[in-house]
Nanobody, 127 residues
Framework: QVQLVESGGGLVQAGDSLRLSCAAS????????MGWFRQAPGKEREFVAA????????YYAAAVKDRFTISRDNAKNTVYLRMNSLKPEDTAVYYC????????????????????WGQGTQVTVSS
């Protein structure tokens, strides 16, 4: 009922910037949260950032705070992740996800709270 498609990944040099996009289609919900997760080879899925679809609440992992910015465009049904000052340790496949319900704070960092997932986009940061 919901499809999420990520785009914007690529190969960049340390210190560069990228903006990821996640376009949503299908059923809409009255209350939901959009999040970004990432997974590096051999590692578990890691929370990156989340945003409520109404209001201004955002939530960031400590590893990306002050470097990454999550935003939304309701008219386009799209969520963005602006990534500045990229580091080699940011290298991963980045996934967009949607959680139904008014998640906030720590609850938005739990992958089990998200019902819909995109296929991911690769971000590679070289030294």
């Amino acid at each position: 009922q919901v499809q999420l498609v990520e785009s914007g990944g690529g190969l960049v040099q340390a210190g560069d910037s990228l903006r990821l996009s996640c376009a949503a289609s299908g059923r809409t919900f009255s209350s939901y949260v959009m999040g970004w997760f990432r997974q590096a080879p051999g590692k578990e899925r890691e929370f990156v950032a989340a945003i409520r679809w109404s209001g201004s609440s955002t939530y960031y992992a400590a590893a990306v705070k002050d470097r990454f910015t999550i935003s939304r465009d309701n008219a386009k049904n799209t969520v963005y992740l602006r990534m500045n000052s990229l580091k080699p340790e940011d290298t991963a496949v980045y996934y967009c996800a949607l959680a139904v319900g008014p998640l906030t704070g720590w609850a938005a960092s739990l992958p089990n709270n998200y019902e819909y997932w995109g296929q991911g986009t690769q971000v590679t940061v070289s030294s």
